[in-house]
């Protein structure tokens, strides 16, 4: 029966439109939409109706039933325009004013640190190249001469993604990477980059740190190249005067391995507390590339040699700037990050 749909429409809209807060409108939503509403009431005569006139009248009550919803969730709206308005007109708002302006930023500790060794690098021919901080086992280790099992893999506490990925606990997996895009061309190449730790948080150790890894490849290519470097990297960033020294040490893709140190930047050798009474400071791990790595890479240990260095980025910085605690680099306080 439209003319009974239609009327029922008129009447709704004109109450609609009267009611004029939120409270109104849900008076009118139960009044009619709700499930003893006016609607339900009109769709519930479908049965005393003759069966041929039932569909039309079944389709044009479903009809007004969405009209009142679309009509009802549009004054819905108009009023809470109308009383956002309100609000700011009462308030006397502007929302003309331009902004506050942001300051500028400025690069984080780390990332200058990066970009100094990046530079110090350049100068030395070496580029930069990036590799994946989710890496495979095989690549973190397998190929770093440190297959299954292998009780040095017990270096590094390691964060697994799955039996075969992990987030890599070290740079060097790059090592492989760059040899095997680069054979059978020399390298000289940095390999910067975020690395994980399973570790104890402390005032020395972060479960997320940064590293930057070297490595060069090449036809006789020996110890003395890699200690001048090392030398060299540690006069340009700490000064023309400083000092290395070097001790033997164990890694499975170097052979030999080393640790480099470097007279304290501090007290200049005499000992203080920041060197703790020794005079030295560790600048990293480092050694001949081992024959098996530089096989896996693809170059024949028997025509080509090369040396890698792992330098931390964090703990370096924290010496220069005597920061005590290396939880601050990624605290996020503003007051710490300002002075650098
Ligand atoms: C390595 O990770 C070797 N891959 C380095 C290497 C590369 C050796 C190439 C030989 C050839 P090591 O675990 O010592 O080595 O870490 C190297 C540097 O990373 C440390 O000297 C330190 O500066 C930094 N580092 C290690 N663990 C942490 C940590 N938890 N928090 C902050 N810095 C760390």
């Known amino acids: 029966m439209p003319e009974q749909t239609d009327s029922l429409l008129e009447e709704a ?187 104890q948080i402390t005032a020395r150790s972060e479960h997320q740190f940064y590293q930057v890894e070297g490595l060069a490849v090449g036809h006789g290519i020996t110890m003395t190249d890699l200690i001048g470097t090392l030398t060299e990297f540690a006069r340009r960033l700490y000064g023309p005067e400083r000092r290395i020294r070097i001790r033997g040490s164990y890694f499975p893709f170097t052979e030999p391995s080393i640790e480099a140190d470097m007279d304290c930047i501090l007290c200049l050798g005499e000992g203080c507390r920041v060197c703790k009474q020794s005079g030295w400071l560790e600048i990293g791990g480092a050694g001949m590339v081992h024959p098996v790595v530089l096989q896996n890479g693809g170059y024949d240990p028997e025509e080509w040699s090369g040396f890698a260095f792992g330098l931390g980025v964090e703990r370096p910085a924290m010496l220069k700037y005597e920061i005590d605690d290396i939880r601050l680099f990624y605290g996020n306080d503003l007051r710490f990050l300002r002075q650098f």
């Open 13 to 199: 809209l004109q109450a609609l439109e009267a009611a004029s807060d939120a409270a109104a409108l849900q008076v009118w939503r139960t009044g009619y939409l709700g499930r003893k509403g006016q609607v339900s009431e009109l769709m519930k005569l479908i049965s005393t109706l003759p069966k041929e006139e039932r569909p039309a009248f079944g389709q044009a009550a479903n009809e007004l039933k969405r009209t009142l919803e679309t009509a009802f969730e549009a004054r819905q709206e108009a009023l809470a325009r109308e009383e956002l308005a309100g609000e700011l007109a009462a308030e006397g708002l502007d929302v003309t004013l331009p902004g506050r302006p942001i300051g500028p930023g400025h690069l984080h500790i780390t990332t200058q640190t990066l970009r100094q060794n990046y530079a110090i690098f350049a100068e030395m021919g070496f580029q930069v190249y990036e590799s994946p901080d989710v890496e495979t086992d095989e690549l973190n280790f397998g190929l770093l001469n440190m297959p299954p099992h292998h009780p040095a893999r017990d270096m590094w506490d390691t964060f697994w993604i799955s039996d075969e990925i992990v987030l890599r606990t070290h740079t060097s997996p790059g090592q492989i990477r760059v040899m095997r895009e680069r054979h059978p061309e020399p390298i000289r190449v940095i390999l910067p980059g975020k690395c994980y730790r399973y570790e």
